[in-house]
């Protein structure tokens, strides 16, 4: 069975203060893990795709990496706007179904 | 560019009643939208993916005739709570694949719907 787990479940920071969160995942075909934000009420926002192993992305202050087994999303140098759940999701069907984790919610103080 | 909408964004109804949520990509086509159910704190869950043009494909303990999917065009998908009770109360999200994107695997999601069922 598909699973995908994310940890931790929930991040505390100090503005500046860079971390990771993590999303293990195990599939029987991977085809894309799916980075996203979701802000309280809100629908996800779409932040990166990944698609092989040793693969990185980057956005602003965000960063994407890829292995066969996980994927890590950093955050450097956040800031508090950068407060909200991450999502990170694997897709295993030609449909483009997903599947997602938990979810990680950051706070990021000032 | 790739920007779902939803419509209602809120909606409060009276148990038995039936509540048809509408999902629209406003400036791409798409051949497949998602439908998902999200509790509070609790991550996505997915409902049923929905193809243009045919029927609906539900997942695994989503009772098909409670949760009515139409995606009759490239731009519009709606979903029907049928006879609604406090249960089905969540909030609800769609998503859509874009079929013009290079790398058509992105999903965009819609900003959900909030049902709340008396």
């Known amino acids: 069975e598909d699973q995908v787990t994310q940890s931790p479940e929930a991040l505390r920071l100090q503005e500046g203060e860079s971390s990771s969160l993590n999303c293990s995942y195990t599939?029987?075909?991977?085809?894309?893990l799916f980075w996203y934000r979701q802000d309280p009420g809100k629908g996800p926002e779409f932040l990166f795709t990944?698609?092989?192993a040793g693969e990185e992305k980057e956005k602003e202050r965000l960063k994407a990496t890829l292995t066969k087994k996980e994927s890590f999303l950093h955050i450097t140098a956040p800031k508090p706007e950068d407060s909200a759940t991450y999502l990170c999701?694997?897709?295993?069907?030609?449909?483009?179904?997903?599947?997602f984790g938990a979810g990680t919610q950051v706070v990021v103080t000032p | 560019g790739a920007v779902v909408s939803q419509h209602p964004s809120r909606v409060i109804c009276k148990s038995g009643t039936s509540v048809k949520i509408e999902c629209r990509s406003l400036d791409f086509q798409a051949t497949t939208m998602f439908w998902y159910r999200q509790f509070p704190k609790k991550s996505l869950m997915l409902m049923a993916t929905s193809n243009e043009g045919s029927k609906a494909t539900y997942e695994q303990g989503v009772e098909k005739d409670k949760f009515l999917i139409n995606h009759a065009s490239l731009t519009l998908s709606t979903l029907t709570v049928t006879s609604a009770h406090p249960e089905d109360s969540s909030f609800y999200i769609c998503?859509?694949?874009?079929?013009?994107?290079?790398?058509?695997?992105?999903?965009?999601f819609g900003p959900g719907t909030r049902l709340t069922v008396l």
């Open positions: 999701a694997v897709r295993t069907d030609s449909w483009g179904k997903l599947q």
């Open positions: 990944l698609y092989s």
């Open positions: 998503s859509a694949r874009d079929r013009g994107l290079a790398g058509y695997n992105e999903q965009f």
């Open positions: 599939v029987s075909g991977l085809r894309g």
